[in-house]
């Protein structure tokens, strides 16, 4: 009896990764996912905060493409592991804090990790050759291959008749004239896929699902490097990157303002942690604050605060301010007013 062979997918929650495996199930390979969790995904939590979310479905997307394949799919915490990854990248960074080809070695060199472990036979990817210009080219996809120790093992259908055979192609494992010779940033061949298999509602843009290609959350990572002066991060620290206005009138602290409701409810779980403010004699934002303010600080902070509630147009607005311990009181200030600084102080 022919023995069949197994593979493992790495599952973005993109439409690239799910046309990947539709290719190789077509062949007969059973198929499982697994999605890594570096704490970076723009997907999660994050979609259900902000207010202006409402109308978008709450899912996680590698879940849910993971459903429309009738696989199973493993997620894994690498939240620690992948530290050294985005702080000491071999290969740098991208246009903003992405450390795309290194990212790309550690979730293949961990996938091969778990293929190992778990009795499956070669690694399937959505790359196509020229989508990304840091680790998406015809020389890095081999280099990535060769690094991350899966060599010939990996294989990425949408692109793989532009790449020498594989392991699996030349086993017959996969018949290689059925596999994808896709390249380049237009998205027309994989929208076509997608209309042939029936698949709607997929995730976009393509694979865009990293906090850390987006540059105004870059600018807050290395703010939040540089007031701390080492670049080591705790998982709430990067959360609370995701949410807020941050604003950093002085080296020494940094006003986080929520922008709505729900961030302003998601916020408020860290008010133990943080000094806390929010306006008292009118309806507004929770805003924490992270650093050490000193006591003359805390006229200006309270008048930044007042600016974004709905005093913002009165003389005076009063505001409570709460510390770690509990302890409150109140200052009345009026609302802050040179948008020109409001501007500068953005992180």
């Known amino acids: 009896m022919t023995t069949q062979r197994k593979a493992v997918a790495l599952i973005s929650g993109g439409l690239d990764s799910l046309l990947a495996v539709k290719v190789v199930q077509e062949q007969g390979i059973y198929v499982e996912g697994i999605n890594f969790f570096t704490g970076f995904c723009v997907e999660g939590h994050t979609h259900a905060i902000r207010n202006h979310d409402k109308a978008k479905p709450k899912r996680n997307n590698a879940l849910w493409s993971a459903e429309q394949l009738g ?64 680790s998406q080219t015809k020389f890095k996809l081999p280099q990535i291959a ?25 086993e017959g494992w996969l018949d290689r004239e059925k596999l994808l010779d896709i390249t380049g940033r ?49 998982m709430d620290d990067i959360m609370l ?41 009118h309806k507004g934002s929770i805003a924490l604050i992270d650093g050490l303010p000193k006591e003359e600080d805390f006229e200006l902070i309270a008048s930044v605060v007042a600016r974004y509630g709905q005093g913002r147009n009165d003389e005076a607005v009063t505001l409570e301010i709460v510390e770690k311990n509990g302890e409150t009181h109140s200052l009345t200030v009026s609302p802050f007013k040179d948008d020109a600084k409001l501007i500068a102080w953005q992180v």
């Open 241 to 281: 990157l995701k949410v807020g206005r941050h604003l950093r009138p002085a080296p020494h602290f940094k006003l986080i303002i929520a922008r709505d409701e729900g961030e302003g409810r998601f916020m408020q779980g860290y008010r133990k942690e943080f000094i806390n403010v929010r306006p008292s004699s």
């Open 146 to 170: 060769k690094e991350s120790g899966a060599d010939d093992l990996i294989v990425r259908p949408l692109c793989a008749k532009n790449l020498e055979p594989t392991l699996p192609e030349r």
């Open 186 to 234: 237009s998205r027309k061949p994989q929208f076509a896929m997608a209309q042939k298999w029936g698949i709607e509602d997929f995730a976009q843009p393509a694979g865009g699902c990293c906090f850390l290609t987006d540059k105004f959350y870059s600018a807050k990572l290395v703010d939040l490097w540089q007031s701390n002066g080492h670049k080591n991060y705790e």
């Open 71 to 134: 696989i199973k799919l493993h997620i894994i915490d690498v939240i620690d592991e992948y530290k050294d990854v985005l702080i000491n990248p071999k290969h740098g960074y991208g246009t903003n804090m992405n450390p795309c080809m290194d990212c790309k070695v550690f979730m293949i060199k961990k996938a091969k990790q778990w293929m190992l472990e778990n009795g499956f036979d070669f690694i399937i990817t959505g790359e196509v050759i020229g989508q990304r210009p840091m």
